[in-house]
């Protein structure tokens, strides 16, 4: 997964349909982004909205813009794979702010067999990145 973890995961309809247009036309211009978007006869919106949500995309960080010519050209800082990824830690981090042992414990009764596999794979790869990362600090100590 990217370093890059974009200030804000959260983003609103029109956004998140923005940046699924620019991981489809990347690298791409406002105007692409917009001609895209009125392909749809029924769409109604504005060049000056995307551009307004394009900036807003960027101070969130997920996408960077650069200036091409006369033009911004305009990229994505994550793939759609990471900002799955992305989601589904925030999804998990806020299960598991609930903190109340009672609700986990109801919530694993529910689980059938596949879903207790993947999550005993996923604790035998969160206890091998533990151990990498204890096994790394021991080596830093050592030198």
Do not use: C
Request: cysteine-free; proline content about 4%.
């Amino acid at each position: 997964m990217s370093s890059h973890q974009p200030q804000s995961l959260s983003l609103g309809p029109l956004e998140t349909e923005i940046l699924e247009l620019i991981w489809q036309l990347e690298p791409t211009t406002a105007r692409a982004i917009h001609d895209a978007i009125l392909a749809d006869i029924d769409r109604e919106l504005t060049y000056s909205s995307v551009a307004t949500v394009l900036r807003r995309l960027e101070a969130k960080g997920w996408v960077v813009g650069r200036r091409v010519g006369r033009a911004f050209v305009w990229q994505a800082r994550v793939s759609p794979p990471q900002a799955e990824a992305l989601r589904s830690q925030q999804q998990l981090h806020a299960f598991l702010d609930v903190s109340n042992p009672d609700i986990v414990a109801a919530f694993a009764d529910t689980l059938d067999e596949d879903s207790i596999s993947q999550l005993e794979a996923i604790t035998a790869r969160i206890r091998a990145a533990k151990a990498r990362a204890a096994a790394k600090i021991h080596r830093e100590e050592q030198s």
